[in-house]
């Protein structure tokens, strides 16, 4: 926002996160970011604070960013980030404003919490909700905020779109499309983005186990499904499946929400494209106990990532983590190699043993596993690699590997759904 020229303050509860960014000192790893943030903090448009009352103060729209994961023991999501922000922030109200929801929330939340903005605010002061879904990537986020492929506004009034159109202005005359919708349309459209690429994923992932068992070659299967341009080949890519803070838990939310609204059946196939979603993992560990001979016990295992997906360090609901502690349960030492993730990922699996060099991870292993596409794997040199390891077997989690180069090498080398 701040580089749309806006004048921006951030509000967090972390005071520690907030002194960094006021350094100019981003907490997590995001392509382009570091310099965005750099840039708007140099310039004076971007400033930060911990308390609401600064906010409350500051601004005529305020953007809630917080997160909903999934509830402990259930499939709903856990709104309690969203209602405290709000509650937080609207009795602290000095001026007429637009408060805009930007988190992935059921169906029915916003005109709820827009009824509660409404009653905590100040007396006189018109505060109305809005409702604008982040579609951002991790690993693509600045890119996807400044080159939006499209803007989604659910609005209750013309005034309020208004704002919302003058606050997007530069990227509206860029020419990003703009939805403007009422309330409930606009959270069911994130709900349905996020199922709709849950569900391409699982598609291409029950296509390889299917390619498995008949001797096909998934890859070869998603580039010739990729060219019909009423399919297209993004989100075609087979391997160890989804995973990180969004797509997983957005279903699951969507399922439990579904219920709630009696329309269950409608979207019960969500239940199957998360439950192949979490098979590939278990997979993945059958192949690689069978390449170790049957049994973990007593075996090295090197695992090539540990983000959930490349150029993040998040490891939310990691595939490549969920892999290696699988692994390391059945007895055998597992090493875990990330080029960004991992300080996160010791704090998310301390059991696991880490290091920074690719070579260390791999020493004597009896098995490799590359689980997370970073292109620092897709250049690695197979000789060199064979010379360190116990037994040359590797296994291409993400299909992206080039095999023929390491089959040539010596390596016995497999893929998941494919021939190569």
Not at 129 to 137: G, I, K, M, V
Not at 324 to 345: F, K, S
Request: a negative charge; aromatic letters at 6%.
């Amino acid at each position: 926002m701040a580089d749309l020229g806006h004048d921006v303050l951030g509000v967090d509860t972390d005071s520690r996160k907030i002194s960094a960014l006021r350094d100019g000192q981003a907490s997590f790893y995001e392509p382009g970011f570091a310099q965005i943030l750099v840039s708007a903090v140099g310039s004076g448009k971007l400033r930060f604070s911990t308390s609401l009352a600064d906010a409350a103060s500051f601004a005529e729209v305020h953007f809630i960013c917080v997160g909903t994961p999934q509830l402990p023991g259930a499939l709903g999501a856990d709104l309690s980030q969203v209602e405290g922000a709000l509650d937080a922030l609207a009795p602290s109200l000095t001026r007429d404003c637009l408060v805009v929801g930007k988190s992935t929330v059921p169906v029915g939340t916003a005109a709820r919490l827009s009824a509660r903005l409404a009653e905590l605010a100040p007396p006189g002061i018109s505060a109305r909700l809005a409702w604008n879904p982040e579609f951002l990537r991790e690993g693509f986020a600045v890119e996807d905020t400044l080159r939006a492929a499209r803007l989604v506004a659910g609005v209750t009034s013309a005034e309020d779109d208004a704002v919302l159109r003058a606050v997007y202005a530069q990227l509206l005359d860029a020419g990003t499309p703009y939805i403007s919708t009422d309330l409930p349309t606009a959270e069911l459209i994130k709900m349905a983005a996020n199922s709709f690429l849950a569900t391409k994923i699982s598609f291409i992932n029950a296509m390889a186990n299917v390619c498995e068992a008949a001797g096909a070659d998934v890859v070869t299967l998603a580039k010739a499904l990729g060219h019909d341009p009423r399919i297209g080949g993004r989100f075609l890519s087979a391997g160890l499946g989804f995973g990180g803070g969004c797509l997983g838990k957005d279903i699951r939310a969507f399922i439990a929400r579904a219920s709630e609204l009696g329309v269950a059946d409608s979207v019960r196939f969500l239940q199957q494209v998360d439950e192949i979603n979490t098979g590939r993992r278990r997979r993945a560990v059958d192949i690689a106990r069978e390449m170790a001979g049957g049994s973990f016990a007593g075996r090295n295992v090197a695992i090539l990532g540990a983000a959930f997906k490349p150029e993040t360090d998040d490891v939310r609901d990691s595939p490549a983590l969920s892999v290696a502690a699988a692994i390391r349960a059945e007895g055998a030492t597992v090493r875990v190699h990330d080029q960004r993730a991992i300080e996160n990922a010791r704090q998310a699996c301390p059991d696991l043993d880490y290091s920074d060099d690719v070579l260390k991870v791999c020493e004597n292993a009896d098995v490799v596993l590359h689980l997370t596409e970073w292109q620092q794997y897709r250049e690695l040199d197979p000789a060199s690699l064979r010379e360190v390891v116990r037994s040359p077997r590797i296994i291409d989690a993400r299909n992206v590997l080039p095999l023929g180069r390491w089959q040539a090498a010596g390596w016995t080398a497999r893929a998941m759904g494919a021939t190569r």
